[in-house]
């Protein structure tokens, strides 16, 4: 359980460190290519075994990886693209809405538990995502480009997914790395691109704060799929726990620190969220 632990305390701190950023008017997308070569030397930094690019590619999980590291990218752009057309709120749900993706994969491809309590857990939390996620003010538009959400949702319900199954037991820091590592690529060419385009320059107060971000970010994924290597642990319940804990969390150090306005609606997520993670935990 300190795995998971671990992994919800990285994911808040990504929302601090995202917080921050826009706080100190730092480039998000110089910061998230900076976050990424961190993320990946983290991940190179604590594989134990000798790296062999030859024994990298021809691994059987190195074209996943690929994969997601496009995914990183692109559905990064789309939670953007979502929140300027749709609204913040619209952005936030359909990417934790996406946790229904990786539990039923763990239902229907591992044969995980399914029990009346579980279930009924995993539907309150659903509702916890909903209440918490959304905000009173804004203008939420959510039939306008209503394919963003839709692609958002799916994208990040598969990275979840993906992540879980092609990850080897016996080699997640290379396979982090090599995820973060085609992030980082595609992020220097896309950063360099808009570089051109809006005469954007790099500023080296993008780098600590890239740095700090890219090790939480890591921590994340890291500790996540050790929790999920543990025996005896079902991915449908700890992807539950890990969403809602850590939107949970989120919400609460925004009131505290961010001094950000909490609904009715949201308080009674928050209470819901953590009735949910008592009934997952405890099926």
């Not at 359909?94 to 044969?111: C, Q, R, T």
């Not at 979840?160 to 060419?189: E, K, R």
């Amino acid at each position: 359980m300190i795995y998971l632990l671990i992994s919800i305390l990285s994911s808040t701190a990504i929302f601090v460190v995202f917080k921050l950023l826009k706080k100190n008017n730092i480039n998000t997308l110089h910061a998230i290519v900076v976050n990424y070569f961190t993320a990946c030397f983290c991940g190179y930094l604590l594989y134990k075994g000798a790296i062999v690019p030859s024994e990298i590619i021809q691994s059987n999980w190195f074209v996943a990886a690929i994969m997601l590291g496009f995914l990183f990218i692109a559905i990064f752009n789309v939670m953007a693209l979502t929140a300027q057309k749709n609204g913040l709120s619209v952005a936030s749900v359909a990417s934790k809405m996406s946790v229904i993706i990786p539990i039923v994969f763990g239902i229907l491809v591992f044969n995980e538990s399914v029990g009346f309590q579980k279930i009924t857990g995993i539907i309150i939390a659903l509702v916890a995502v909903y209440l918490t996620s959304v905000k009173q003010k804004g203008n939420v538009v959510i039939t306008q480009s209503i394919y963003l959400p839709i692609i958002l949702f799916l994208g990040s319900g598969i990275i979840d997914t993906s992540i879980n199954y092609f990850a080897p037991n016996d080699n997640i820091p290379l396979f982090s790395a090599t995820i973060f590592a085609m992030a980082a690529i595609i992020g220097v060419i896309l950063s360099i691109g808009k570089g051109i385009e809006s005469k954007s320059p790099y500023k080296l107060n993008v780098i600590p704060f890239g740095i700090v971000l890219g090790i939480v970010n890591y921590g994340s994924i890291h500790f996540l799929l050790m929790a999920l290597r543990v025996e005896n642990t079902e991915s449908s319940t700890l992807f539950t726990i890990n969403h809602i804990g850590i939107l949970a969390l989120s919400t609460l150090i925004g009131l505290v620190l961010f001094k950000e306005k909490i609904s009715k609606m949201n308080w009674i997520g928050i209470i819901l969220a953590l009735i949910s993670i008592l009934l997952v935990t405890l099926s």
